[in-house]
């Protein structure tokens, strides 16, 4: 087993039970806490950021398999993206999973973190920050190569 996929199972478990020991004690042991700036209270989330689709409430999960299964095989047949993107990978199966088992434990998605200082935001988990990181990585990565190649170009001409 090479190292990347090494260091992204071994992030991908050490998320996922991170996020889901922390929804079980909201889900289940009454976590919440009211603070001034930012609260931590129980909220199930029925559809996906912001509530979206939760018309899909029932079907979503099975949805969103199958869009982690088309991924997986995916990257399955172009390891080289892997290879390059192995930490976000990680991290976004890792969210994602972790949401998805919530749906079929809770019903919905468990969220807890809720801002309300200056601004009402939503309510979020561990998780929905793990994929946004993803994200943000993939992004970074994708600039960052395409200034390189950029560079490259200059240099050739």
Do not use: C
Not at 73 to 101: D, W
Not at 107 to 127: C, K, L, S
């Amino acid at each position: 087993m090479n190292r990347e996929l090494k260091l992204a199972i071994t992030i991908f478990i050490v998320v996922f039970i991170i996020d889901q020991v922390v929804k079980f004690g909201f889900a289940n042991l009454n976590w919440n806490v009211d603070g001034p700036y930012m609260s931590l209270n129980l909220a199930y989330n029925y559809g996906v950021a912001f509530s979206m689709f939760s018309f899909l409430e029932h079907n979503l999960k099975y949805i969103q398999l199958a869009i982690v299964l088309i991924a997986t095989l995916y990257l399955f047949k172009n390891q080289s993206v892997f290879k390059e993107y192995y930490l976000p990978i990680a991290l976004l199966y890792a969210g994602g999973l972790s949401n998805i088992l919530d749906r079929f434990t809770y019903g919905g998605v468990v969220d807890y973190f809720y801002w309300h200082y200056g601004f009402e935001f939503a309510i979020f988990n561990i998780a929905d920050v793990m994929i946004d990181l993803a994200v943000v990585i993939v992004i970074y990565k994708q600039i960052r190569q395409s200034r390189e190649e950029k560079k490259q170009k200059e240099i050739k001409s």
